[in-house]
T-cell receptor, first 116, second 121 residues
Framework: QQQVKQSPQSLIVQKGGISIINCAYE??????FPWYQQFPGKGPALLIA?????SEKKEGRFTISFNKSAKQFSLHIMDSQPGDSATYFC???????????????FGSGTQLTVLP | KAGVTQTPRYLIKTRGQQVTLSCSPI?????VSWYQQTPGQGLQFLFE???????NKGNFPGRFSGRQFSNSRSEMNVSTLELGDSALYLC????????????????????FGPGTRLLVL
């Protein structure tokens, strides 16, 4: 059961353009939504994360937009650079009863290519 | 601080063998989670350990097991390897707290290691 659907599968943008990646979730118990960036040969690295009590969070060129009623959230990369070329994963998780680390449910990933 | 380290980085095994992968979390982190990454299934949660106890487990067969030591280092073991076990195995550490303990709150961020690439022939 895929609980987090991510699109598009691949994305090509010109340098300086805006990259937009979308995710939709099903489980209304999810209360934490991080985005990870992964380069070849590396593990995923946290980019930015949001909780459902806010509709938008911005960190530098990266912005998460969150629509709780639609159960959707998206990542916007402003002024995209060739160095942003990587695979991006959205994820979602819920607070655990035990209080231990969150179990992340990942989207399928988006391969972003930024052309120079 | 040093990041999450995983050993070995690459491994080739044959069907039926077993394998043990190791993960050293960031100093001070007590929670270690394991994920499997494949082109077909993406990133899937295997299990999480905190204070030497398995706290959460994903939907994987019993051939996948793990443990955590008192220094928070963790190992995962896969027995009777199958071709479909070929994957990148990622370890993530976080400074999660036990709400029943003295710590307050829960640290959200999980820091991933570079992974161990396992190829089963």
């Amino acid at each position: 059961q895929q609980q987090v659907k991510q699109s598009p599968q691949s994305l090509i943008v010109q340098k300086g353009g805006i990259s937009i990646i979308n995710c939709a979730y099903e489980n209304t118990a999810f209360d934490y939504f991080p985005w990870y960036q992964q380069f070849p040969g590396k593990g995923p690295a946290l980019l930015i994360a949001i909780r459902p009590d806010v509709s938008e969070k911005k960190e530098g060129r990266f912005t998460i937009s969150f629509n709780k009623s639609a159960k959707q959230f998206s990542l916007h990369i402003m002024d995209s650079q060739p160095g942003d070329s990587a695979t991006y994963f959205c994820a979602a998780s819920k607070t655990t009863r035990t209080g231990s680390a969150r179990q992340l449910t990942f989207g399928s990933g988006t391969q972003l290519t930024v052309l120079p | 601080k040093a990041g999450v380290t995983q050993t070995p980085r690459y491994l080739i095994k044959t069907r039926g063998q077993q394998v043990t992968l190791s993960c050293s979390p960031i100093s001070g982190h007590r929670s270690v989670s394991w994920y499997q990454q494949t082109p077909g299934q993406g990133l899937q949660f295997l299990f999480e350990y905190f204070s030497e106890t398995q706290r959460n487990k994903g939907n994987f067969p019993g051939r996948f097991s793990g443990r955590q030591f008192s220094n928070s280092r963790s190992e995962m073991n896969v027995s009777t390897l199958e071709l479909g076990d070929s994957a990148l195995y990622l370890c993530a550490s976080s400074a999660a707290f036990d709400r029943g303990g003295r710590g307050r709150g829960m640290k959200e961020t999980q820091y991933f290691g570079p992974g161990t690439r396992l190829l089963v022939l």
